[in-house]
């Protein structure tokens, strides 16, 4: 059996990815999967989940909808990086009749917690509310699970303002308290590095050119994302952030991670970023989490495609050496 993990996401193309990743690799063994709002609303969210579940072929996995609103019980502004559906423009080919489950995610979280044993790696790939929420019903939670995987924030750069990344800045309150929360280990997994692991146009090509149902959907998901980057940066590459969460997960030698101590700015000019300390040095040596300071792209893409696209491993490699 693989590591048992649950997703709490906002799907999403790159939440799509992580969940893809995570349900083609035997060291990985998805639990359930939890929906926020984020890349748009919580039914939209929670209908991509579904589909994503239902593309790959596990439908038997659960999903439980989440919340719509943040800590301050306001609806965080969604964002369009993705379509207007989340998934590209291209969610309405992929049909399902699987529902979510009666049981809602904050619930869930706190149920799935206290069954866990210590066993079970969270990941938080979009806004930190549902892990919050289930944090302020029992403060104990973040001692039932093994670890915390989060994507979210950057040291040095932002993308909803020059230093906040979208999920802090969606949900500051919720990301500040669950960082805080005492998790027996937290590794941040921010901007810094998920920028470097855009899609290319080249590897695009080439899983046009695969012409499987996953990497159909891969290719016709991301064209929004490379266009948007395309006409705002010039750059011919589409985001795929949260597939490095569950990367790292596989192989951790693909990040190189520091300790640091992490918070995050709930309100004002700065809302949402995420102030790392490395080594905690201006907060008397304490740490709270690990913080990724780089990866290694090329080894990260030979495990992403050779995983999900294994009849191709060889070719992969070739071009990829």
């Not at 890349?39 to 439908?59: F, P």
């Not at 659960?62 to 301050?72: F, V």
């Amino acid at each position: 059996m693989g590591i048992p993990i649950i997703i709490d996401c906002d799907p999403g193309v790159d939440d799509a990815l992580a969940i893809i990743l995570a349900l083609s690799h035997p060291k990985v063994d998805l639990k359930a999967v939890c929906t926020v709002t984020g890349n748009g609303s919580l039914e939209n969210t929670t209908k991509n989940g579904l589909k994503i579940l239902s593309l790959c072929g596990r439908e038997d996995i659960p999903l439980y909808k989440g919340s719509a609103r943040g800590l301050d019980d306001k609806e965080p502004d969604t964002v369009p990086a993705f379509g207007d559906d989340g998934l590209g423009g291209y969610a309405h080919t992929v049909q399902t009749e699987k529902k979510p489950e009666k049981e809602g995610a904050v619930e869930f979280l706190v149920r799935a917690a206290n069954e866990s044993n210590g066993e079970v790696t969270l990941f938080a790939t979009g806004p930190c509310t549902n892990v919050a929420k289930a944090i302020r019903i029992d403060k104990e939670l973040p001692k039932k699970f093994k670890r915390l995987i989060v994507m979210g924030g950057a040291k040095y750069t932002g993308n909803m303002s020059p230093v906040a990344e979208y999920n802090f800045w969606a949900d500051p309150l919720a990301a500040k308290e669950v960082l805080n929360a005492g998790f027996h280990e937290i590794v941040m997994i921010g901007l810094d590095v998920t920028n470097k692991i855009a899609l290319g146009a080249d590897i695009r090509e080439i899983l046009r050119i695969f012409d499987t149902d996953i990497s159909r959907f891969i290719y016709h998901a991301t064209r929004e994302g490379l266009i948007e980057n395309w006409e705002t940066r010039q750059k011919p590459v589409a985001p795929m952030h949260d597939v490095l969460t569950v990367a790292y997960l596989i192989d951790e030698s693909i990040l190189t991670l520091k300790r640091a101590n992490i918070d995050v700015v709930t309100e004002g000019i700065a809302k949402g970023q995420s102030v790392v300390d490395i080594k905690g040095h201006w907060s008397g040596g304490k740490c709270n989490a690990l913080y990724a300071a780089d990866v290694d792209v090329n080894q990260f893409y030979k495990l992403f495609l050779t995983t999900i696209f294994k009849e191709h491993e060889d070719e992969i490699t070739k071009y990829l050496m």
